[in-house]
């Protein structure tokens, strides 16, 4: 809830409380009758959307795409200033071992991808397609992320634009509002055929 304003930390407040009762109702098999078993398992995945609308919304629209490292100068310029871009590196591990590694780099302030790249304090060169570290400059955010000269810039995940994963709520609660009719009256046709059977 840190950062949250008053209006979402109502919603959140209001689904978290949804999800819990769901999935309690699951785990006991009763909801507003006794639970079929495709109605506890569509429950359990009802409680796991709005628990994790992230999940789906991934699945739908990726967050990312993984770029190779010939696209890093250009992705860095598409990014937003403070964004951290996730990038994969291959180098010499301290035996002289060859080794494979991700680091996050948070974009900084620039015109251009090469006055961005620069004020990370990295220093790239081209070497038949591949994009290798020349330099990195001392307390530079580069030097900062455990960079270092002669090393290759693989790959980078560049982010991809994404509907807000509270989108899911949508079709989430709409499905348990259809379970929650379906329940209901098979509970009062439960009710109505017992309370025949009794006046008989």
Same mark, same amino acid.
């Given at each position: 809830?840190?950062?949250?304003?008053?209006?979402? +930390?109502?919603?959140?407040?209001?689904?978290?409380? #949804? &999800? @819990?009762?769901?999935?309690?109702? &699951?785990?006991? $098999?009763?909801?507003?009758?006794?639970?079929?078993?495709?109605?506890?398992?569509?429950?359990?995945?009802?409680?796991?959307?709005?628990?994790?609308?992230?999940?789906?919304?991934? @699945?739908?629209?990726p967050p990312f795409?993984?770029?190779? +490292?010939?696209?890093?100068?250009?992705?860095?310029e598409a990014a937003?200033?403070? !964004?951290?871009?996730?990038?994969?590196?291959?180098? @010499? /591990?301290?035996?002289?071992? =060859?080794?494979?590694?991700?680091?996050?780099?948070?974009? =900084?302030?620039?015109?251009? $991808? !090469?006055?961005?790249?620069? %004020?990370? /304090?990295?220093?790239?060169?081209?070497?038949? +397609?591949?994009?290798?570290?020349? %330099?990195?400059?001392f307390g530079s955010?580069?030097?900062?992320? $455990?960079?270092?000269?002669?090393?290759?810039?693989?790959?980078?995940? !560049? =982010?991809? =634009?994404?509907?807000?994963?509270?989108?899911?709520?949508?079709? #989430?609660?709409?499905?348990?509002?259809?379970?929650?009719?379906?329940?209901? %009256?098979?509970?009062?046709?439960?009710?109505? #055929?017992?309370?025949?059977?009794?006046? &008989?």
């Amino acid at each position: 809830m840190i950062g949250v304003g008053w209006i979402e +930390g109502v919603l959140v407040f209001l689904i978290a409380t #949804t &999800a @819990m009762l769901v999935f309690a109702a &699951a785990l006991q $098999g009763w909801f507003f009758d006794r639970c079929r078993i495709w109605e506890v398992a569509l429950m359990l995945v009802i409680a796991f959307s709005l628990f994790r609308p992230g999940f789906w919304m991934d @699945m739908i629209y990726p967050p990312f795409e993984q770029r190779g +490292g010939e696209a890093f100068v250009e992705v860095v310029e598409a990014a937003a200033p403070g !964004e951290i871009l996730q990038v994969r590196i291959a180098g @010499m /591990g301290q035996f002289g071992d =060859p080794i494979e590694f991700a680091v996050l780099l948070e974009v =900084p302030e620039g015109a251009t $991808g !090469e006055e961005r790249v620069q %004020n990370m /304090g990295l220093d790239l060169i081209e070497q038949e +397609g591949r994009v290798i570290i020349d %330099n990195v400059a001392f307390g530079s955010i580069g030097e900062a992320a $455990g960079l270092d000269w002669d090393q290759e810039i693989l790959t980078v995940r !560049e =982010p991809l =634009p994404q509907p807000h994963r509270y989108w899911i709520f949508i079709p #989430t609660l709409l499905v348990l509002a259809g379970l929650v009719a379906i329940q209901r %009256n098979r509970a009062q046709r439960r009710e109505t #055929t017992e309370s025949a059977a009794a006046a &008989a």
